[in-house]
Each structure stands twice: as C-alpha cells, then as structure tokens.
C-alpha cells in the first residue's frame, strides 16, 4: 500500500512546504499540528496537504512522526489565509503558519493551561488576614491586602505573589477564601442615534454575504455603539464575531464596554503582552468554538473561529495595524481578505479613515457609513491655532496656552498637554562647539531622559551616562534643546504647583498596572493636567476633560515620508477628539509656525472629507498609492557599500516588466540603525496583478543570490519610507 505523502509547514526561512512519508493520515488531519524529522532534529510543522506523490523519491523521504490529534485543527479559511499571505507578501508560509500559532504550540510538548478561577475572602478571611501572616511575608501580605479589595482571578493573583497557588488552596482549606463566579451588573443598552440606527439597519441587511463597510463617524459619534449592535445580531444568528482594534493598552475602555455589554458571552482577548499559558487557553478556546467574540490585536486576524460572522476593524487608520518585522502585512487589509473568503462583512471604523480605504469607499468598492454628529449631543471642540512665530514660549508652552489651562483648571475641569515626544528633551547641546549627543549606533541623537541621569537612543534602545562636560572641547554649558514629556510636566509643576499631574508615556507606564492606575486617577478626577504622548490620544473618554493643548504640531509637515500629513492630520483629529466629549464644552489650542497650512484650515473645520479630497489629489498627480502599488527590497550590511552592491546585484536580476518601474538603490532615510547601514530599492506600478507577477519572478533570484553578511527582505505596500 503506498504512503500518503504529507505536505508540511516549518518554520524555516524557505518559501516551500516539506513531503513527508504519512502512514494513516486521514482528510481531517489537515491543519493538525505534526511532529516531523528536520536534519538531527524533531521539530513541529503544520500539516497543509496530503498528496499521492511527491517531485522528490520517495525512498528519500522521512516519514513523519506524530499527528496531534488532540486540538481541533485549523479550519480552511486561515490556511488560506496564510497561502494567501505567502504569495502577496512573498514570504515562507511555514514562518507565517507557526508564528500564528500561540507560542506554547510551537513546541510539541506543551502544559495545558490552568483554569482561571475567581477568589474572594470569607468572613473568616478578612478576620484573619493579613494579621495571621509573619511580618517578613512580604509577598503574602501584598495577596492578602488585594484580596481585601474584592475578589480577584488567579492569574492576577500569581502576578502579585509566586506561591501564589499553594497560598490560595492552604488558605481555601482553612476556610479563609472561597471561589465564586463573577456577577456582571446589567448591561446598559443606549437609544440610538437616527445616523447610528440607519448605519445598523444597512449593515444588518447584508449579514449574510460579503460586505465591506467604511463607518466614518467623528470622535463622539458612537462607533463602539454601533459595532455592540451588530456583534448582538452575530451573536443571536449563531456565530462568532471578530474585533481588531490598533492597541489594547491603548483602547482599554472598548475592551470594558464588550465585556460589560455581553457578561454571560465567552470573550477571548488576545494580545502580546498575554501570559504563555493565558495566550494559550483563549486561542483553544476560540477554535473549539467557545468563544463568541475574540477581541485583539493584529495578529489576531489569524484567529481559527469555526463559526465567525463578522468582522470589525476599530480605528482601521491606524498604523499599529502594521506589522513592521516578519512577515510585513496589514491586518486591515487581511480582515478585509478573510470576510471575502468567509462570505462575510467586515466593517472599518474611524474618525479619520486611511486614504486607501476613503479612496475605495469613494470608488464604490466599500460602502461608506457617515455618523456626522456625537451620541451624547455633545458639540465638538473649537479649534483654534496659536502661532508661535508671534508668541515666546516658556518651555514650550505659549501665554495663551498657559493662560487656558489655568482657566480650565480654576473650573475644576482637566486638560491634556499632548507632546508626541518622550523624555525631558531630544538633544543635548554644547553652546560652544555645537557638539550633540549623537548615538554610536544610529544616524539618531541620544534623547535626554534627566530624571534617570541617562541618555536613551528611542530607536536602538542604546543608553549611556549624562557627560559631565562636552566631550569634543570639553564646555561644561551643555544645555537641553527641545522639550518632551518630562520636560513639559516639570513646566507645569512649576506654573501649576496645586495641580495633580499625570504623565502618560512608555516610559511612565512600563511598570505592570502603572497605566491602570493613571487612567483611575484621571477617571477619579483626582489628576487634572494630564501630559502625554499617543498613549492617550485615542480610545479614551474622560467626561471632565475639556482642553487639550497640542504642542510641536510641525515636525511631520517637513517628513520625507508622503503619508506623514495624512498621520499628522489623523492624530491632531483624535488628541482634539478627547476634549468635550460630555456636558461641558471643549476647547482645542495647537501651537504651530504655520498656522496658514492647509492642513490646519480642515483641522480648524473638522473637515476630514475635504482635506481627504486635496491630499488625494495630490496623491493622484504624484502617482503615488492608492493610484499605484508599491514595494521595496531592503537590506543592511555593516558597510553601505556593501548593502548597495548586493542591491544593485538584485536590480539587475529584476526581469523587465511592462508598466512596473524599478528604481535605483538608494540610502534609507534613517541611514544606520542598531550598528547596521540600511539602503532600499523601491518598484512600483499602475496594476497591482503587474507588481506581483515580477516579484514572484524575482523572489527565486533574490533567494539564490550570494548575500554573505547581508540581511535583507522584501516590504510589498509598505506603510512607511
């Protein structure tokens, strides 16, 4: 009887399935995780196809050693998903497979995932705890005072003390805990907008076919509503729904309305900054069709849901939805593939939509939604730019911004100070010789964090000590020039010495439950002046904050990067968006040199539609995307001349193509990065299907090419210079 012949995925920088000799293997085990033999090694594959027969001889193949027949395997939809994957961006499909996968499934053997369970103190409990624990059981107090709170799962619990399980199960026994189920308060349904109602109504229409949506609703206008409404349709159909937002951390009160709107619905979060076992548990748990809704991130969009029905993709703007190491891909655009594939819609939801997809919706390939007005009936802020040409800044904050913070504070109301820049300043300068602190590893220099006495390259993570005197003449006047977070916060302590600060950036948050605990205390209303970087930009409603003040609005109108407006553009729409959102009034102050742009006269009128219009015009005459397709081959080398010969080389292995231009090599933007010279080589074309024919002709070449201490891959739709 002749084997099977099983095709299989490994996670191996090569552009190919592997043939194994598969005894037994029966239709069903597609998609099934498989031990297999590679050189010395065992290693983990996923089974993609079995075949009859094989290009290679059959006495020349190994046979494959187990099947897991344990887990559910993976449905067609997302090996599709990842053939498709495989061909547009060019990229091996075994990496793609297993780094989808939950990490804990990339090793054959792996540790189930523990129940999580939900503990409370008894009565006899919050009498005897924490005064029965010795006074040196620092780990256990911190659980017993936790526990003091209210009830808490076993996860968190583990986070706060290592023994954690062997406390709880000693403390169960002794009567002092109990497990209990969490009761979820009713869910709040608000009345609906006639916009919201309308946007619903043309949705719930097509909830059985593929049907791209465009929701383009300015801040305030109830998206989150619109998308519970229709994720309740899914729900009472029978199936599963699929919510992509850009960042978790960032959009913590989207994750708390799902969960508050459905308390008896299984939802799965993911997202990367789970733990391996946690990680693990929800992905089963979506794949065997437990969970009725996963909510995540990007990588999320691989997700196996037997029974999906819809796909929303929150803020589908933004540029998180871009993976930017591995496999490059927009999980935007792969939500859109896969409702394709599933034969079902997928709704994109934004205050200031991509071009891309504007462009689409303008074509008639999506259908464009507006929600033109908040649900709370709430205005939208005035505008209003200050010109710093005119106005002397104090540490970089102008009179008249000054002047409104101490307005909205006296109202008892809170402000944001939005800087989009970390640390106290990004340079330090000597004013005798002009020297800067450079960083030794990138075409960067260092950024000034003062508090920690460190300057920080942002961009290699490269640290080193403050100098005392300047190293090149040896001046000891070195003064910090520009101004981020830490230096902006320590202005305001001084102008504002009653007031509660907040800084909310990465280097403020990085602490486990440090950015919990800032959204509380600006929640609470106990913070009100709140300084921040993009981390508090979007996704956030804070009732009482009524002015926002946006500071260096400039740097991006000068970026060699042609999609640097339309970000610039994007951010000031959702910082502003932050500021009355409720009963009071907003106001929205951005300083700027050139108050006379064209993008601050749409700003100042909230007018995306029309700043869409003239940034597509230029896009057009510019040909440039979405009116072209674009993709670039980069590589870095120790030396540039090294990087551009071997991309040279690859140009001239490039095979002519009509309608595709292939540039010249050039030096990336950011020369050297992390101690490497980066160079790049741009194509592009009118037609995509032109673009894709000669990058699969071109890929095997590029392959076989020598590249001996050359690192290079291929970028297709690249969402940045």
């Not at 503990?119 to 003091?148: C, D, E, I, K, N």
């Amino acid at each position: 009887m002749p084997h099977n012949i099983a095709r299989v995925a490994l996670d191996v920088p090569l552009p190919k399935t592997f043939d194994y000799l598969g005894k037994g293997l029966m239709r069903t085990d597609i998609g099934r995780r498989v031990k297999v033999p590679l050189g010395r090694k065992e290693v983990v594959g996923l089974l993609l196809e079995i075949a009859d027969r094989s290009d290679y001889p059959q006495e020349k193949l190994k046979p494959l050693i187990e099947v897991d027949r344990h887990l559910p395997p993976l449905d067609e939809d997302v090996l599709s998903l990842f053939r498709f994957c495989a061909d547009y961006y060019h990229y091996p499909i075994g990496q793609i497979a297993l780094s989808a996968l939950p990490t804990a499934l990339r090793r054959w053997q792996f540790q189930a995932p523990k129940a999580v369970l939900r503990y409370s103190l008894t009565p006899a409990g919050h009498g005897a705890l924490p005064h029965s624990l010795p006074a040196r059981a620092v780990a256990q107090r911190r659980l017993a005072a936790r526990l003091a709170v209210g009830a808490a799962e076993s996860n968190e619990l583990s986070a706060l003390c290592g023994d954690a399980s062997a406390l709880l199960q000693a403390w169960l026994e002794k009567g002092w805990l109990q497990t209990e189920k969490e009761v979820p308060p009713a869910p709040f349904r608000p009345r609906l907008l006639a916009e919201q109602q309308a946007a619903c109504d043309r949705i719930i229409e097509r909830l059985h076919e593929y049907a791209p949506f465009l929701l383009h609703g300015i801040t305030g206008s109830g998206k989150t509503e619109v998308y519970l409404r229709l994720v309740e349709q899914v729900l009472a159909s029978g199936r599963q729904a699929l919510i992509l937002v850009p960042e978790i951390g960032l959009t913590p009160q989207f994750t708390q309305r799902v969960v508050a709107r459905f308390p008896d619905i299984a939802i799965s979060v993911l997202h990367s900054g789970l733990a391996e076992g946690e990680r693990l548990a929800r992905w089963q748990q979506a794949i065997r069709g437990g969970a009725r809704i996963v909510l995540g991130t990007r990588l999320a969009v691989f997700t196996p849901l037997p029974e999906l029905g819809l796909i929303i993709v929150d803020e589908e703007h933004d540029a998180s939805f871009s993976q930017q190491e591995g496999l490059r891909y927009s999980a935007r655009d792969l939500a859109v593939f896969r409702a394709h594939q599933r034969n079902v819609p997928v709704v994109l939801g934004s205050a200031t939509p991509s071009l891309e997809s504007w462009f689409n919706a303008e074509s008639g390939r999506y259908t464009l939604l507006k929600l033109p007005v908040r649900a709370t009936g709430a205005s939208l802020p005035v505008l209003k730019l200050v010109d710093t040409r005119q106005e002397k800044l104090e540490e970089g904050l102008s009179r008249p911004a000054l002047k409104s913070i101490g307005e909205t504070l006296a109202r008892s109301e809170q402000a944001l100070i939005f800087i989009n820049r970390r640390g106290y300043a990004p340079v330090l300068h000597c004013s005798a010789c002009a020297w800067v602190a450079p960083c030794p590893r990138c075409s960067s220099r260092l950024t000034l964090h003062l508090r920690e006495q460190r300057l920080r390259c942002h961009h290699c993570g490269h640290e080193e000590n403050i100098p005392a005197s300047c190293p090149s003449c040896g001046n000891p006047d070195m003064r910090a020039l520009g101004h981020g977070t830490q230096r902006v916060e320590d202005a305001l302590a001084r102008h504002f010495p009653d007031a509660c600060i907040v800084r909310a950036d990465r280097d403020a948050t990085r602490r486990k439950g440090s950015w919990e605990s800032m959204q509380a205390l600006i929640h609470s209303g106990k913070a009100n002046l709140i300084v921040g970087t993009q981390l508090i930009a979007k996704g956030h409603d804070f009732p009482n904050l009524t002015l926002v003040v946006v500071l260096d609005a400039d740097g991006a109108l000068f970026s060699l990067d042609f999609r640097a407006e339309e970000r610039l553009f994007a951010q000031l729409m959702q910082v502003a968006g932050r500021a009355g959102r409720a009963d009071k009034p907003g106001k929205v102050l951005v300083q700027t040199g050139f108050p006379q742009h064209p993008l601050f006269t749409h700003l100042l009128a909230h007018d995306y539609a029309g700043f869409a219009r003239e940034q597509l015009d230029v896009r057009r005459r510019g040909e440039l995307p979405p009116f072209s397709r674009q993709a670039v081959l980069r590589a870095e080398a120790a030396r540039l001349d090294d990087a551009l010969a071997w991309l040279q080389a690859a140009r001239t292995l490039a095979p002519a193509t009509p309608g595709v231009e292939v540039f010249d090599p050039v030096a990336a933007p950011m020369l050297k990065k992390a101690g490497r010279e980066r160079t790049q080589l741009w194509l592009q074309a009118a037609a995509r299907t032109d673009l894709q024919q000669l990058l699969r002709d071109w890929m095997p070449k590029l392959i076989a090419q020598p590249a001996r201490n050359i690192r290079w891959h291929l970028d297709v739709d690249p969402a940045e210079n």
